[in-house]
């Protein structure tokens, strides 16, 4: 099957890309990472006037109700920029815990930022001090939730909380929440990787060592095409399981799965290369590689690890359960 993005959806890539580039994501990652989210909500405004967080909400409520590749089509590119806070738990994850709640409309205009847990593959929630709504779900049961104890991240911007569910509960599709913020994942590592290939690419055509350009020697050549071959794998796998979402595939979750792992590895992979092209100037706080190199370290295991999902896709064609 040939698989490619419509005008709109370029369109719609190239709107966020646009703004993106002008709102300073960089300095608002590390504003995040210190408590100030002033920087990061700004972001957060701009990107729900262009309809990011109505995507997954229905249209009564405000909503777009977006095909699932279009969720795909704008997490990579906030997966490129790094942008920070719950992107997942809250532009994927949380309208559909939360179909059929007026609160779903304050999701779509951006006035309501929220986060989920899902345990135990998701068992702390990320940003709960930020996040205006804090969910717990799991086995068809939705909860509002009390924060508890702070965790660190990898990412110093990632801030991981411990949840305790209170109040009564509500019934929802959290089996579908969980492939959906597994995809929603997954589109942000190819994202990233992209950036961190492209990144190198260009570093690798100005530096200089011993007389020549580095992107001249073989081995560099070598390693960002390996990179570039993984990630240009991974992608159409990501896409694949946003149609058989979309369709309601009962293969769906062993698609998503397959999906996260190629994701992952090649997020990582792009990565360690980028780190290896760059040389001590990637390991500096200063340097925004940074900034994607930890993101992909904490997103390389968010909503499942590699090895989970490998699990998760052999159980699926095996027919056992996961």
Known sequence: MRFELDDQQRDFAASIDGALTAAD???AIRAWSTG???PGRKVWSTLADLGVTALMVAEEFDGIGAHPVDLVVALERL???GVPGPVTESIAVAPLLLSGDERSSSLASGELMATVAMPPLVPRAVDADVAGLVLVAADGEVYGADTGARHDSVDPSRHLFDVTAT???WAADTEKAVDFGVLATAAQLIGAGQAMLDGSVDYAKQRSQFG????SYQAIKHALAD????VELARPLVYGAALS???DSPDAARDVSAAKAAAADAALLAARTALQTHGAIGYTQEHDLSLLILRVQALHSAWGDPTWHRRRVLDAL???PS
Do not use: F, M, N, Q
């Not at 020549?212 to 992107?215: E, F, P, S, W, Y």
């Not at 990179?227 to 993984?230: E, K, L, M, P, Y």
């Open 167 to 169: 109040g009564r509960p």
């Open 245 to 247: 979402l979309a369709d």
């Open 79 to 81: 997966g490129r920029w």
């Open 227 to 230: 990179v570039h071959i993984a």
């Open 25 to 27: 994501v960089p300095g």
């Open 212 to 215: 020549r350009v580095i992107g």
């Open 318 to 320: 095996v027919g056992s």
């Open 36 to 38: 100030d989210t002033g």
